[in-house]
């Protein structure tokens, strides 16, 4: 299924990537900050100036491939690109990047939370809020990191004071290195 | 008339697929292939890169098939914000349906062994999306 269906290979080696190079117009401003907003939500790693990367599978690439698209139709150029890192400790780099980049985002989350019960705040508006903040930030954790399971618990938190018999949450953690088949 | 998208259907496909078999073209075969220079020379392509019918101007497919047929029906319409939702969780509407209906989408096409596969479980799929969305329409609230 899946189309163009890559995997990294973990541990052992580099894994696919899926890089997006493009070119836009300086002016006008609207699509460059259009494009600009779309790769920000999808977490990409900024390679270089106009050169922007993620763990390659069909949804990413799919994802890019539109933006390539939009790129061209406001006359820009763009092209998709389908590579491996040469050097495991430059892939190194790019996850704990992306990792640290996800980590600050878990970890404002974790301040918004600590602040609810201060501030008197109703607490079902801010767990509503800092949930659907909690989807887009995993919509673009490719690479969790530790603070992922503490923001979840936190913001969970906040609705049922913590108890010992619960099970944890039902969502596994995910590897905090190139899995498999990155989802 | 002869329709062809990328293999490996997700949720804009498997709704254009449908939108264009009941609303467009009821006689629509379609088929499935991995590159866009593979489309057959008869087959319209949809939602594919570089083609008319794919995304446009932040619009996803289905948005754009809606546009191009001239299709005003506005539970079609309340079906593309769900669509559009579930394929670029972009939050241009308010869909609460959206994230469920992705996961269901990405769930299928793991365990059906073809893209027609995905299509036959879809179609009755969005055909009852449809008619809840049409009798909440009628109702003006969400039906029992």
């Given at each position: ?13 580099t ?53 390539a698209?939009?790129?061209m ?35 404002a ?51 049922d ?23 | ?39 057959p ?27 191009r ?10 079906l ?6 579930a394929?670029?969780?972009d ?33 009755p ?7 809840y ?12």
């Amino acid at each position: 299924m899946g189309g163009c269906v890559s995997e990294h290979d973990g541990a052992d080696g580099t894994g696919e990537w899926v890089l997006l190079s493009y070119r836009l117009p300086r002016e006008p401003s609207t699509p460059r900050i259009a494009i600009w907003r779309k790769l920000k939500r999808l977490g990409v790693a900024q390679l270089s100036d106009g050169l922007v990367a993620l763990p390659a599978d069909a949804r990413t690439r799919e994802q890019l491939e539109w933006i390539a698209d939009e790129a061209m139709e406001a006359d820009g150029a763009a092209s998709i690109w389908l590579a491996r890192p040469a050097a495991l400790g430059q892939e190194r780099e790019l996850v704990q990047g992306m990792a640290d980049a996800r980590a600050a985002e878990y970890r404002a989350v974790l301040d918004e939370a600590a602040q609810v019960p201060a501030a008197g705040m109703n607490p079902l508006a801010a767990i509503r809020r800092l949930r659907a903040e909690l989807r887009r930030i995993g919509a673009r954790d490719f690479f969790p990191p530790p603070e992922r399971d503490l923001a979840h618990a936190a913001v969970q938190a906040l609705l049922d004071p913590p108890q010992t018999d619960r099970p944890a949450s039902a969502a596994a953690p995910r590897a905090a290195q190139p899995p498999k088949e990155p989802s | 008339m002869n329709w062809a998208t990328r293999a490996g259907v997700h949720i804009d496909r498997a709704a254009c697929a449908w939108l264009i078999r009941r609303h467009v073209d009821a006689e629509a075969r379609f088929s499935f292939v991995a590159d866009p220079a593979d489309v057959p020379a008869d087959a319209t392509p949809f939602d594919m890169r570089g083609v008319s019918l794919g995304h446009h101007g932040g619009d996803c497919s289905f948005e754009t098939i809606l546009h191009r047929y001239e299709l005003t029906d506005p539970i079609l319409w309340k079906l593309a914000e769900i669509v559009h939702e579930a394929d670029l969780a972009d939050e241009r509407f308010d869909a609460p349906e959206a994230p469920g209906l992705d996961a269901v989408l990405r769930g299928l096409s793991m365990v059906c062994d073809s893209d027609e596969r995905v299509l036959e479980i879809t179609g009755p799929l969005f055909d009852g999306l449809y008619e809840y969305h049409r009798r909440a329409r009628l109702n003006g609230r969400s039906p029992a």
